[in-house]
């Protein structure tokens, strides 16, 4: 292995990024009202239970064939599925997707057989991004099954009446969201 | 006008500064030096309190989705959103400035063609943003945002004004260094980042709990960028270089390029 450069810190969002990073469609990875269109939602709240208004949630998906979409076009996207969206959480630290849900990865996307969004967390007083999974009901893998019964469920979307997928981010507190670290990214 | 020494009303609940300090330096001290990332759990910067994981993070192998970023290209980008000082009918108030610099991943290896996106306050420390109740002007002609794409070579760079310094209520007289944020992407979904680049010589520096919660002095440098006068551009603008490095790929060496 070369040599390997010492990273960039990361920081918070701050409350500023409105302006900057929200962006037309965003959240919308696919239009509203499309065939197989589902609405993945949530609150991000803080380690009171408090929501946290100034909060930005990003996921990266597969399509429903499972593959992982290397399609340009992530912010004008036209239509085209890219896998990619951005939800800032509003008043009531609420977030909201319009998304198709992944399919379990193809061959040649993934080893691990479940499906899931990779979901990443910035907020004003967070001093840098958390990592995370939003598994699909019913999934699992060798990585969900090694955690404690009460880790794995933060890590499970719950599906709803109305078809729809609730993901709640807990920074903190009893129900704390199990967030992730990856080999390489240790310093 | 009718006075200019008032004090903010909300003071009296804010801690000192000299309060804020020591607690810095005790963070400082308590910390294992050489971490290179951020202490989310640093009490100095009040807002951090509730809003960090109280768990160590759990270790996990990417997977898939996790090892392939969201592709943007020239249909994403006007070219002109890499000038902040053109984009808004005027010449924006302050210092023009040229902000340059690479993208690189942990093995030294380009970010090409990847969206680099920045957000800033004005010359005079404020944002265009309807919660900045900072009581300085507001530029007519100064957004403050700007996107652009590397090149291929992992370049980016931004025509901007220099952002003033500006008050906050994380303690009393708290006043935030003067800085730049950045949201990049890599070849990963892993190497997410969004950060802030600062400028240097700030004396606001040691005074900062944002700054400071990196408690390694080398990995707070890493967050400041360098005056070049080759860059600086006679009757025309100062220059700027920072360099940007995301954490390593998971690649394996045979599926790495390379054949530049």
Known sequence: MSETL????????????????PYGGDSFLVPAGSAGAVRL??????????????AL???????????????EGSLRRDGRFTGWGRSATD???????????PGRPADGHGAGGAAFFSVVVFARGLLDRLFTRAYLPGESDPFLAGLPADEARTLQAVREADGGLRFDIHLQGERETVFLRYPRHDG | MTTTTATPAAAPALDSQARITAEITEAHAATPPGASQPRIDFPPYRSSTLRHPTKDLRHADPEGIELVAPVFGHSDIDPVEADLTIQHGGEPIGERMLLTGRVLDGDGRPVRHQLVEIWQANAGGRYIHKRDQHPAPIDPHFTGVGRCLTDGDGNYRFTTIKPGPYPWRNHLNAWRPAHIHFSLFGTEFTQRLITQMYFPGDPLFALDPIYQSITDQAARDRL????????????????????????????????????E
Not at chain 1, 6 to 21: E, K, M, S, V, Y
Not at chain 2, 232 to 251: F, K, P
């Open chain 1, 6 to 21: 010492a990273p960039t810190p990361g920081q918070t969002i701050g409350p500023f990024f409105h302006d900057a990073l």
């Open chain 1, 41 to 54: 939602h949530g609150t991000v709240r803080d380690g009171n239970g408090a929501p946290v208004p100034d």
């Open chain 1, 91 to 101: 008043a009531s630290g609420r977030f909201a997707f319009t998304t198709v849900e």
């Open chain 2, 224 to 259: 400041v960028a360098t005056y070049d006068h080759d860059l600086t551009t006679h009757e025309w603008a100062t220059g700027y270089r920072w360099d940007i490095v995301l954490t390593g790929t998971h690649a394996t060496p045979l599926e790495r390029d390379d054949h």
């Open chain 1, 57 to 71: 949630v990003e996921i990266r998906q597969a399509d429903p064939a499972g593959r992982a979409p290397l399609v």
